[in-house]
């Protein structure tokens, strides 16, 4: 943008630009970090029998606090769910799981041998309820009321 009269460029035209590209990067670099299944060993896949103790329903995340037995031992367990946003879209909220509920679920656990899951099959035989995360989308199923 050189203006021919006086052989400069004009005072501002360049802000334009790098106001342009810090907005860009400001807004992408964290969505593409917040993505990131780093913590979890997304090769391996682990399935547990727990126990509900607590659910989160916050954002970006929510997730369940369970536990787990083996043996006589007991082990706290955080299973990491897609984002809240696409969960309240599936009809997901903050009741859906309560303490005390016996879930199967299966996903990838978390590196150094974490307690850790990123949950993706989820089971209550109870209900019937299913929870998949089938790539990057979320989905439940109920069974119709004539299935119980």
């Not at 367990?77 to 809240?84: A, F, H, T």
């Not at 978390?110 to 790539?135: C, H, M, T, W």
């Amino acid at each position: 943008m050189l203006d021919p009269a006086r052989n400069r460029i004009p005072p501002g035209s360049g802000n334009v630009k790098l106001i342009a590209v810090v907005v860009l990067v400001v807004c992408v670099v964290p969505v593409q970090a917040h993505h990131s299944l780093s913590e979890y060993d997304v090769a391996q896949k682990l399935t547990l029998n727990v126990t509900v103790r607590e659910f989160r329903f916050v954002n970006p995340h929510p997730f369940l606090l369970v536990e787990s037995r083996a043996g006589g031992l007991a082990s706290v367990w955080r299973l990491e769910l897609d984002n809240r946003f696409e969960l309240v879209e599936i009809g997901m909220n903050a009741n859906t799981f309560v303490s005390g509920d016996r879930l199967l679920v299966t996903g990838s656990p978390g590196q150094n041998q974490k307690p850790i899951l990123y949950v993706r099959a989820l089971d209550r035989p109870s209900d019937g309820f299913r929870y998949e995360q089938v790539g990057t989308t979320p989905r439940i199923a109920r069974p119709s009321r004539g299935d119980k």
